[in-house]
């Protein structure tokens, strides 16, 4: 069956495969990302229509709104997966408060704006998959010099477990990822010389299975995917 699932920070790394992924198994992807570039190159590397490109900044209501537009020449959503986030690597002391709030916006807010103007159209066994990281799970193993974007992580997982919760009787999943080290280019920028041990294309294949047939066995789950206990 044939289902529409919108993917946030599809430019490139984690995102771009898991569209490519959803793509070549013939389900329908709105992919988004602040780069129209990448974003036609992802839509030419799948069959046509079945990736459709929308250049949007999650941080301003023009965005969302265009996203929402896109949306609704589809009957529903079946899957929405919130990928896009950034990373800011800095000693909490020498971090401005500016950072904090900006890694904020981008990693959760952006979440929480999306979802308020596509929540209408999430069905009964629609999914929705947060994607947070290592850093903002609780007990695991930090890296330092990660504060804001560890913050930020956490709330992503706070807010997931609470919107479980609140969609239950709407028969909408939503679950949480924490993902470990994967050798994209945002790691790589934030960590040069270190090789992760996942590449983008196995955590692409991994999330696109997750969003397509998890929400028959887990619900308001926060997963460490990690194959060691990085933050």
């Not at 790691?187 to 299975?209: D, L, W």
């Amino acid at each position: 069956m044939n289902k529409t699932i919108l993917i946030t920070g599809a430019s490139r790394g984690i995102g771009y495969e898991t569209a490519l992924r959803l793509a070549s198994q013939n389900h329908t992807v709105i992919a988004t990302a602040r780069s129209e570039d990448k974003l036609v190159e992802l839509a030419n590397s799948a069959d046509p229509g079945k990736i459709i490109p929308v250049k949007a900044d999650l941080t301003l209501e023009t965005g969302i709104q265009k996203l929402a537009d896109s949306v609704s020449k589809f009957e529903s959503l079946d899957g929405l997966i919130n990928n896009a986030g950034a990373v800011h690597r800095e000693s909490f002391m020498d971090t401005d408060l500016s950072v904090f709030q900006e890694l904020m916006d981008i990693n959760v807010y952006s979440i929480v704006r999306l979802i308020k103007a596509l929540k209408h159209k999430l069905g009964n066994g629609s999914h929705i998959v947060n994607i947070s990281s290592m850093s903002g799970y609780q007990g695991s193993l930090k890296f330092g010099d990660l504060s804001a974007y560890g913050a930020a992580k956490a709330a992503v997982v706070g807010l997931s477990e609470v919107l479980s919760a609140e969609f239950t009787d709407d028969g909408i999943s939503v679950n949480c990822l924490c993902l470990g080290a994967v050798q994209t280019e945002m790691f790589a920028e934030a960590f040069p010389g270190f090789e992760a041990p996942v590449s983008p294309q196995q955590m692409g294949t991994y999330i696109a299975n997750f969003v397509l047939t998890a929400h028959q066995f887990y619900n308001g789950k926060v997963l460490p995917v990690a194959l060691n206990d990085p933050g």
